[in-house]
């Protein structure tokens, strides 16, 4: 599949998070060397890491979205200071006093939302919103949730009464908002939305923006048959596109936010618990494949009654997802599913020559014992 540019940033966002999931998720697994002492010196090397990242975006890059590390030059799409809004809580999370001292700073002094520029909704509020968001719960600083509440308010004409797929781009200073030029979206782009939205009303108590996203969602539902969804729905109907069905690029988030939506209601909402739980049962049935010869779980792409083999990197944040709703009531095969899954996503690290896993993977699954179990394929290429 092709990637269009905001895909191709996402990805490799995606990939330094799921980086740092496979070592938790391999930390918890591995609890036999849980001491103190080994818990406190990967500590210590993750803190190092990310100040050495921090370090390279203060120098190059300060207040725009993205460094570009190789360049030593920046991004700056959606005009946002995303990368720095988007580590606020991990810099109060890891006690950086002064660093976090300077980008509140920024974020009160530099942070402008009144800009004419279109931006993805999406984006926006996975990154912008959901930082100031949970930057607030942290601290308590009613600066970020000020700027939570604008940027939602520049954010809420997206939605609109004449479909429930809501406008993929708007922009902020004077609230104009673009169709995708397809005619369509993905569905993660709607359905991953809910919680930042939901989260805004419950703070504020203003309806508007949950009722916007529970819209949206309900949407989808709607259309659904089964509990797999396709990549793309149309913008003006709400009918999905029927094509492969995998839980890649496109749709990933979207089963993701069905068990957080569950948890964020305190398990009151069991409507998203049905829809989640539907989900796994058939991504279990359709997507699950083994590889030869080292049965290597894998989760690939089915389109009509073909199964490909092809898995994304992107699935890979599928077992912490299964874990955390193992851990608060769902089935207990999910657990079992999860470590398999989570140690194939491990041995696309190990198996690297570079050490880095690749962007996706085809797995050999037609019994031919003499071939490995995957074939890497390059699809991204550094800048």
């Known amino acids: 599949p092709n990637f269009n540019p905001t895909s191709k940033k996402r990805c490799l966002l995606v990939n330094s998070l799921l ?15 849980s001491s103190t002492t080994t818990a406190a010196i990967r500590r210590q090397a993750i803190v190092k890491a990310f100040k050495h990242a921090w370090k390279g975006y203060r120098k190059y890059a300060w207040g725009k979205d993205e460094l570009k590390p190789v360049s030593g030059t920046s991004d700056e799409s959606l005009g946002l200071g995303t990368t720095l809004i988007d580590s606020l809580d991990t810099l109060w999370l890891m006690g950086l006093e002064e660093e976090f001292a300077e980008a509140r700073q920024w974020v009160a002094e530099k942070l402008v939302l009144n800009q004419s520029r279109f931006v993805n909704l999406f984006d926006v509020t996975i990154r912008i919103l959901g930082g100031l968001l949970s930057t607030y719960h942290l601290t308590g600083d009613s600066l970020f949730l000020e700027k939570a509440v604008e940027l939602g308010n520049r954010l809420i004409p997206c939605f609109s009464a004449s479909s429930t797929v809501p406008f993929p781009e708007v922009n902020l200073a004077t609230a104009q908002v673009v169709a995708p030029t397809s005619g369509c979206s993905p569905v993660s782009e709607v359905g991953s939305l809910q919680l930042e939205f939901r989260d805004l009303s419950l703070i504020t108590g203003d309806p508007r923006y949950r009722q916007a996203v529970d819209a949206a969602m309900q949407g989808l539902q709607s259309h659904l048959q089964g509990g797999l969804v396709p990549r793309l729905v149309t913008q003006a109907t709400g009918d999905f596109v029927h094509g492969a069905y995998s839980i890649g690029a496109g749709v990933d ?8 939506q569950y948890l964020q209601t305190g398990k009151t909402e ?9 989900a796994v049962t058939s991504i279990s049935r359709e997507l699950l494949g083994y590889s030869v010869p080292s049965h290597l779980v894998f989760l690939g792409t089915r389109n009509g009654t073909d199964f490909i083999p092809y898995m994304e990197h992107v699935t890979c944040f599928f077992p912490a997802v299964l874990a955390l709703g193992y851990l608060h009531g769902c089935r207990q ?14 041995l696309l690290y190990k198996r690297s020559p570079t050490g880095l896993a690749p962007e996706a993977v085809y797995f050999n699954n037609r019994r031919v014992s003499t071939q490995a179990d995957f074939e890497i394929k390059v699809r991204l290429l550094c800048k």
Do not use: D
């Open 253 to 260: 988030s979207y089963y993701e936010y069905l068990l957080k």
């Open 270 to 278: 069991r409507k998203f618990l049905g829809w989640y739980e539907e």
């Open 19 to 33: 980086v740092v999931c496979v070592l938790a998720i391999l930390y918890i697994w591995n609890h036999s060397e």
């Open 333 to 346: 095969a999910h657990l079992p599913l999860a470590r398999e899954l989570m140690h194939t996503c491990y």
